[in-house]
């Protein structure tokens, strides 16, 4: 049943039913007692507010250490918290929803330092927080609070940074004038941390939150010049990851041009494509086609992809894409790659080259990675290229036995019958060695490993 059909059969069922079905679900299921009980104060915003006042609370006082697979249930118990006061307080009443808000994120520190979080989801639930927190603010704007103070105040409380939403978002609540407000109290705190004396020999903390904080001013403002002016103050010499951010900021507020600045110097060579990525970004929103086609032709020479053919293809007229394709099938058949030439010559039509080439090659796949080249395998078997899936299926269980995975033998049993069953499909096997003699090779070189062995048999 659909949402709808369901909505609309719920209109038609008595009240009373209802009623008695919610209190069955009250005493039989404990876990929705809270949810059931913030449903029935819906309508009162002053008793709600007291009742999830205490389950705050409660998260505040707890001391039970939570481990990696409870924290995704107890993020599910912050979130309807969360999620209660949003829905039933936060039109009615958001003075009482910003109240319970702060409350609640004034337990990050004490819930976090008890919960194993590796997966994120109770952090993620505080970063949702952070987000009502300023639309609640935003509803309460007439209450006399200065608010960019108590943004700077609850920024402070960000060690672990489950605030990052703050600051980017303060435009919801700030003025532009009080943003920049806070922007020049951030970078007067960065300029005046790196010449602080007792910092010069140490990580300088007060100067990464500042530098830190006033990137994050520059997104609520979208200005990407305070962004840049955020990095340079701390490395006024920025390397090429801190470049990279600076032409992506100027991509992203769409000041393309700003960001050629960088682009038109020379990078090194791991970045370069880095580098290559932001020019197609650049001229794609300027419009430049000419220049486009260049660095598309560039990306495609370095990365000799089926995907970065494609976007070059796009970039160029249509009596150009022939004499390209054609270029790339030969620079394929030459290529370094043996998985990514092979996959860019499948994906052109050209079956009998791409089996060519792997069969011309067939020892160099066991250099290739796993994923890849099961990838490959598949695609060789979908084009009936049976003698270029086998030398695969092959690389890929010899890899398994050679590294005595005992744990991926069961694929490896999958991957022996299904050599079985191309062998029945090939005549000549050359240049590879028949599968008897595949077979033969493989009882001597790992006729021990009676665990593999055994998965044939099952």
């Known amino acids: 049943m659909n949402v709808d059909t369901l909505k609309e059969k719920l209109a038609d069922i008595d009240a009373d039913i209802l009623r008695n079905f919610i209190f069955d679900l009250y005493l039989r299921y404990p876990e929705l007692s809270d949810k059931i009980e913030a449903l029935t104060l819906a309508n009162d915003p002053v008793a709600l507010s007291k009742v999830l006042r205490k389950r705050i609370a409660s998260l505040k006082r707890g001391r039970r250490f939570i481990d990696y697979r409870a924290s995704f249930d107890f993020a599910r118990e912050l979130e309807a918290a969360l999620a209660d006061i949003e829905s039933g307080l936060l039109e009615r009443s958001p003075e009482h929803a910003f109240d319970l808000v702060d409350r609640f994120l004034a337990t990050a520190e004490s819930v976090l330092n008890r919960v194993d979080d590796s997966g994120g989801a109770v952090g993620e639930v505080y970063r949702q927080a952070a987000l009502l927190w300023l639309m609640a603010a935003k509803g309460w704007r007439d209450a006399g609070v200065d608010w960019l103070e108590r943004i700077y105040q609850l920024y402070q409380q960000n060690d672990y940074g489950v605030l990052d939403p703050l600051l980017p978002n303060a435009h919801l609540l700030l003025t532009p004038d009080q943003l920049k407000q806070l922007a020049w109290r951030y970078e007067n705190a960065l300029r005046k941390a790196l010449k602080s004396p007792e910092q010069q020999d140490k990580l300088n903390l007060v100067a990464l939150h500042s530098g830190v904080a006033l990137g994050q001013i ?38 393309p041009e700003m960001a050629m600045r960088y682009l038109n110097q020379a990078w090194e060579d791991r970045f370069e494509h880095d580098r290559l990525e932001l020019l197609d970004k650049v001229f794609v929103k300027t419009g430049d086609r000419k220049q486009l086609k260049v660095i598309r032709s560039r990306l495609f020479q370095s990365e000799q992809s089926y995907a970065s053919f494609t976007r070059y293809l796009e970039a160029l007229d249509e009596d150009e894409r022939e004499k390209a394709c054609s270029a790339a099938i030969k620079q394929a058949e030459q290529g370094g790659n043996i998985v990514v030439s092979a996959d860019l010559l499948l994906n052109l039509n050209q079956t009998e080259r791409a089996q060519d080439l792997v069969l011309a090659r067939h020892q160099g796949l066991a250099e290739c990675f796993y994923d890849s080249l099961l990838r490959l395998a598949k695609a060789f078997e979908k084009a009936d290229c049976n003698l270029a899936a086998t030398a695969c299926y092959r690389a890929l269980l010899l890899d398994i036995l050679a590294q005595a995975r005992s744990k991926a033998y069961g694929h490896g049993a999958r991957y022996y019958k299904k050599l079985e069953a191309l062998a029945k499909r090939i005549k000549v096997f050359k240049p590879l060695p028949t599968h008897h003699a595949f077979v033969q090779q493989l009882h001597s070189s790992h006729g021990r490993k009676k665990s593999f062995w055994a998965r044939l048999e099952s």
């Open 218 to 255: 520059a997104d609520a403002l979208r200005d990407p010049a305070l962004y840049e002016r955020s990095v340079l103050i701390h490395s006024p010499q920025s390397n090429n990851l801190q470049m990279k951010s600076i032409c992506e900021k100027y991509l992203q507020y769409e000041q």
